[in-house]
């Protein structure tokens, strides 16, 4: 991977990205990342955009979901998926296989692969939103069994951890005041995160370069918009099944007062990088305000 | 549980019980449990002593190994466990399977006790041997696939959680220096673990009364020996087979620093409450010199 | 004193104590203890609780009178004690009695005391109302001489000597703003001195046990009262007149800011500890709210 | 007292005074004082001494006697003082006596004085070496009765004191290790504590104007020598028999490390304060090597 | 300057002069010299006086004018020095000498005559009112060129650098937002940064006695006045020009906040030390209220 | 300045860039800059450079000469500069220009630009050797009259003001333990400054691309050698005169300590930036060991 560059395109790009390195020192970013297969490469650069991006004081939360995981995990121990209004419907049985899957393999690969690439110093610490309290669910809906909303976060445990020097990375099972653990939806579970933190940015990272103003032409990308804008087009028809609750949280989160929501191309090589610490912003940026 | 007791008879155990509590604010004490099932009231009553040692200012930290949910679950994924010379035969299968058992399942659950005690401040918090390089391992033996011995532990990350008032419940899963987990022996595991944090005590919940001069007789319990003195008993072949990897980690936790290691009966409601506060042990105690 | 318990037994005591230790760790307890002579035994129990119950973090303060031992001293140099009202009349001759009885004598012997039950860390520090200005006063009445009333107290000597793990004992001695010595009545300067500290507890130690609905009948023991109701009955004429002090005290302690005030039976050994460890309190409890 | 001085009068006592306050700023100065009555107007100069070196940083302690205030004590209970070698002869009533004289009334009147002068700011504590295990001492000779010899001083009370702004004023009441009380003797107790301190210096206010080379002609003051030098005269019979205590305490106190020591005129008014602020020393310094 | 004072004279001092080094302790004090030249013996006993002050806590600052000296450098470099009334027209050819002479010379000698007094630790240091932004100033008024006045003061690395122990020497140089410098009169420069550093006392070292009833009469000396008094003499005609600034500045500053503002004669050697230390206050003394 | 990079040349520019960011923070760089006039525009890029990488946590020192502006200044005041063997033959008078030029007036310029570049936070302050005795000097020889070779660097001044964000410029007067200024060699100055501040790097700016094997020709750069190959090198007549001081500089500063010493050229805009967070260096590296 040598590319030659002349002195002053260096000087610029570094020019454009101390200021940026500067403003988030010391600010959280949290950082969603998809359940669907995402290929090593793509991974190990991650990876490495975290550690990078720690080393320079920014304080990186990684939260992940696992949806096809979850399906083919349940269907070796011979039970079907069944989902309802695209809600996984979670008995008791189904509950048990969730929480191994995320907590227990998803969760597990990716602190192995972020210690993997950080050297003499392994800083990836798995969380389930279990632990400490951090997530406080209430059953969402009796129709769908153990899924739970987030009403409450505990964030200090990550605050801590960052306060450490390490990197958390969460498992979105969340528990009732009882102990009873719950399913949780991840964009959400990011989405309350990142509010509790009261973290600068929250960054979703998806298979799509951002959202486009005629799905699958990449040239009518929106690069940014108010969240106001945003909710008005979730009302129209135009956006993907799939992208209206990333969307949704990105609204919410900003709403609530997180200062930016992204949606950016994880398909794209440190991607993370480059959204964070130069002036052209890649995918789609979301602000409360139009103050851009 | 009513139970009347004098004034003179309460006040006995408060006067033998402050020293204790003041001797043990601020030590670390390694609790090892089985995976084999012990019943749902016991568990209750050791989430309590935690919470309890917690409160004044013991600092608990609780290890555990899982092997018959594992053994459970492979055979659930349809796959029969494999055992050579008393030790599981860990392919690369094998070991998602206990991963996702320990760290997703047996862990969470334990997790969910404690935090199911302890009111309004939930303070237990998984951890795996995976996470900010707790466990550091190599290879045991190619013949038995991915199952490794302990040469490091950064109790850093333990300690810190301690810090915080927190409770850890650690899985004994480590990763070697590229980041490939292994399944570790966990009373090995919780020895070298009260090593590295220099603990006071490690303390072994089991389903006997102790070590036993002849075998089911619990009238010839040993209630304390020195380490040279064990090490010359698993010599002969009177001691248990399941006991020999308990026993050889007490000989070694007292050799390499810790003061005191105890096998004691879980199934004695509060055992380590009175284990710890009270002038009679129960169990079996091995210190490395005669000093009682 | 080998008192044989179960173990449930013993584990009944310490699940009971254990959230009284953590819920009293760090605050202020202030005891009052009369000159009344209580024997020698009575003395060494009082010395231990102190200091067990400071080993768990709890701040003990002493503070005590001395009555008897002053009206001894003074016959000694041919000086025959008055009183008016059941107040002493303190000349300049007597108030120099007072002061080193107090001080040099009662509150010497208390440090002793306590000090020969530390071992080999003295922990008892002596302190009279004149250090520091701990106690201000104002003339009571003139009629009385040398004995005031406190107006205002700096506890801050006390609060460092506490954070020292150090265990004041205070005579109640005051001194007015031109450094004049005074007596001061000791139920009453504890009294202020508990509310200065913003104390959780102040306990009366007396030679009976408790405030009783009708006099020399134990059985009729009241154990729990409004600082409201208190007063209400110290308008009957029911009540002892040596308790009237110490009464009128625990009503204006709790109505002040203190959570608890007690009567409780000194000549119990280890009253003091069953009082603050166990649910079943010994004596009579006044607070200002019936939140029991 | 107005005195009238020139600008230029003024400023060489300043400019000479100053660079004495940042040297001592931080220092510890032990001052002993004796029993013996000195007038009302010394000690309130004296009070303001120790009270404006205390306002620019020194840490001034002071320990007393109280001989002839025992005597007087003693025969007001009809009992006489008894005398061997110079020494009391300390029988456990005169012992009573002792502490209730020195603890309950002379060091209560130097905390009064001290406090008078001190505004709204009362800073003098009473200290007896019985608290917080300040002199632990052994018995002296069994033909004295309860007169013992520091063997341990415990200083982080008065260092607690001294840090918190307080004055302690000390009483020279030891404990053996089972708290047992003794009379020790003020000269050498004094000298103990500074050593233990690491004073910088201790001042012993005297009638005298300091160790004269013939007595009873104060032309002949010695106002400097060395502690061996001293040692030499100590051995001749000139000396009078009063100073010899102090004398030896002084070399003794400069041999162990304490910087200075001096023997000066407690009756010259803030002798103390021109002793240490001035280049020209009052009275008798001495030191262990000839370094002036 | 051997002088020889009784112990009571010296002790009259001293007792006069603790308690104003108490409340200096801490505080600020801003003295503000003329560019007039004094002798160089003034010059020493001023940096006597500022070493001293210092090693008893008292944080003194030094600020400079230097009108004679930039006069001469001009006048050197062909230039002849332009006034417009009585302020300097400063073109940008004057401003570079202005700060040359003022920087470079005049702050750098006083520096080295209080480091030469400062034995093995030099502790003055040279500051400019450009260095972190120290003053910020807008235009005067365009015909002068670059005057400027004081619109904003960080007084941040002042307070630094007598936390740090040192001396901080200003030269009154500002410059605006852009970075220009602009000159700035110095008696205001220095009244702006007492504001600032809210500092106890600013005081003025003139060639003269202090304020005078009749000029050229020094028993006429006005030794204390409210700022509103001083306004109103400043109406009428009697007060010599070149005290207007200063007096105007001593006015603002007690009314914004300084406790006291003087002018005092710098001709007298020490006439800061007794200023400071003594009852008897020289010169004239400014204050808000009348409080003396 | 608008370069279009691909989003893959960004990401490898960053992923280079930020381990030296981490690198180096928290590290010191001390940088020397001719007095030879570069353009303004090197100067603004310089500026930003500085703010840039102390924005990232790098302790950057600024260290100036000045020697043409001095010879300027002498001339306006009619004195022609005068030189022996290369050094500058400095009386009386032409300390005071040279004090005033490098103080006065560079140093002011150097602050005003960094200032100017530094937004709402002007960070840059003027520091001289003279101030808090940061550069202790004796006379080099008395031929050259006030020119002084540096024996101590007093480095706290610097290292507090880096500690409180802000940048020093450094001019290199140096002051005797007299308080006499000296004239100082400022490649040398720059050196002991690196020194005694464990400097991480010293980097030279000069006009040229580096040392050159063979003059004038730049494509014999040497990117780098041992302190010992450009000791060997110093010995040959190659190499330029105004290079000998520099370059025996770089030698003796990786000799005592310093990690990195760099000649680079400061006509290359950013090449500060570029030298320290890319891999390929600009201009010629010295190490002590060959180890690159």
């Known amino acids: 991977m040598k590319i030659v560059l002349l002195p002053s395109e260096i000087a610029t790009v570094l020019v454009e990205a101390l200021p940026y390195i500067r403003e988030f020192a010391g600010k959280s970013v949290v950082v969603k990342l998809g359940g669907a297969a995402i290929d090593r490469e793509s991974d190990l650069a991650l990876a490495q955009d975290?550690?990078?991006?720690?080393?320079?004081?920014?304080?990186?939360v990684l939260v992940h979901g696992g949806g096809p995981q979850v399906d083919a995990m349940l269907r070796r121990v011979g039970k079907e998926p069944e989902f309802r209004d695209g809600l996984r419907v979670t008995d008791a049985e189904t509950l048990e296989i969730v929480r191994m899957v995320l907590v227990g393999k998803i969760n597990r690969d990716l602190v192995a692969t972020i210690n993997s690439q950080a050297g003499s110093e392994p800083v990836a610490v798995g969380v389930s939103g279990e632990d400490a309290g951090l997530l406080t669910v209430t059953p969402a809906d009796s129709a769908f069994?153990?899924?739970g909303n987030v009403t409450d976060v505990r964030a200090e445990l990550i605050h801590r951890?960052?306060?450490?020097?390490?990197?958390p990375v969460i498992s979105t099972v969340g528990a009732d005041a009882s102990g009873q653990p719950y399913n949780v939806n991840a964009d959400e579970a990011a989405r309350?995160?990142?509010v509790a933190m009261h973290a600068e940015k929250i960054v979703y990272l998806t298979a799509v370069p951002g959202l486009l103003e005629e799905a699958n032409d990449e040239r009518t990308l929106i690069p940014r918009l108010t969240s106001a804008e945003l909710r008005e087009r979730l009302k129209s028809a135009s956006v993907g099944k799939g992208m209206?609750?990333?969307?949704?949280?990105?609204?919410?989160a900003v709403d609530q007062g997180v200062n930016f929501a992204h949606i950016i191309d994880g398909r794209v090589h440190h991607s993370l990088l480059i959204e964070l610490l130069t002036d052209h912003g890649v995918g789609?940026?979301?602000r409360k305000e139009k103050s851009w």
Chains 1, 2, 3, 4, 5, 6 share one sequence.
């Open 161 to 167: 951890l960052l306060d450490d020097g390490l990197t």
């Open 244 to 252: 209206i609750p990333k969307l949704k949280a990105c609204a919410d």
């Open 145 to 147: 069994g153990f899924v």
């Open 50 to 60: 975290v550690l990078l991006l720690r080393s320079v004081g920014v304080r990186c």
């Open 192 to 194: 309350a995160i990142a």
């Open 284 to 286: 789609t940026m979301v």
